[in-house]
């Protein structure tokens, strides 16, 4: 069974960082394009970023450029976000995903004062 | 602003058939395939419909997808209570180089 465990969110203030994991199990994780998406409150699903399976290749939607950082450790299952500078529209809740194969819980981001 | 334009609401009443469209460009819907997503109120979304028209295991084959061109639809069939939620249309991107989604369908079953 695919299952994917997101951790990492919480309350920051405007600018401060903050780091996401997401643990997967059940499919060849090391092989499989990663994505995080995030969805505001009340608001749809919106991209943030992908990595392929051996992290050769990241791309990130232009809202988040140069302040995410997405990584994986393909020994560890485990993909993460490095998010900083935040902004108060970065708050949402963040999921990892594998488009044909699963989401996660996901995680909430508050981003306030 | 989605990248794919979903109408934001629909209705049917109990064992009716609905249709959801779901339309993009030839950057997205017509050069790569669609999955759906379905989002219970308070729930993770959870892929519903890969590559088009393919249904993951215990999807009810009551959901059921198609795409011409860069267009796509989810059809619905034997409409049941339990169905009520968003429904989501995603697909890559090559100019965006990323996933791109539509805006959401809410449906009500009334």
């Known amino acids: 069974e695919v299952q994917l465990v997101e951790s990492g969110g919480g309350l920051v203030q405007p600018g401060g960082s903050l780091r996401l994991s997401c643990a997967a199990s059940?499919?060849?994780?090391?092989?499989?394009?990663m994505h995080w998406v995030r969805q505001a409150p009340g608001k749809g699903l919106v991209w943030v970023s992908r990595?392929?399976?051996?992290?050769?290749?990241?791309s990130y939607a232009d809202s988040v450029k140069g302040r995410f950082t997405i990584s994986r450790d393909n020994a560890k299952n485990t993909l993460y976000l490095q998010m900083n500078s935040l902004r108060p529209e970065d708050t949402a809740v963040y999921y990892c995903?594998?488009?044909?194969?699963?989401w996660g819980q996901g995680t909430l981001v508050t981003v306030s004062s | 602003q989605p990248v794919l334009t979903q109408p934001p609401s629909a209705s049917g009443t109990p064992g009716q058939r609905v249709t959801i469209p779901c339309s993009g460009s030839?950057?997205?819907?017509?050069?790569?395939?669609v999955n759906w997503y379905q989002q219970l109120p308070g729930t993770a979304p959870k892929l519903l419909i890969n590559?088009?028209?393919q249904r993951p295991s215990g999807v009810p084959d009551r959901f059921s997808g198609s795409k011409s061109g860069t267009s796509a639809s989810l059809a619905i069939s034997g409409l049941q209570s339990e169905d009520e939620a968003d429904y989501y249309c995603?697909?890559?991107?090559?100019?965006?180089?990323?996933?791109?989604f539509g805006g959401g369908t809410k449906l009500t079953v009334l």
């Open positions: 995903i594998e488009w044909e194969l699963g």
């Open positions: 059940g499919f060849t994780f090391g092989s499989r394009w």
């Open positions: 990595i392929t399976g051996d992290g050769s290749t990241i």
């Open positions: 030839s950057s997205n819907i017509g050069s790569y395939t």
């Open positions: 590559s088009n028209n």
């Open positions: 995603a697909a890559w991107d090559d100019s965006l180089r990323g996933l791109v």
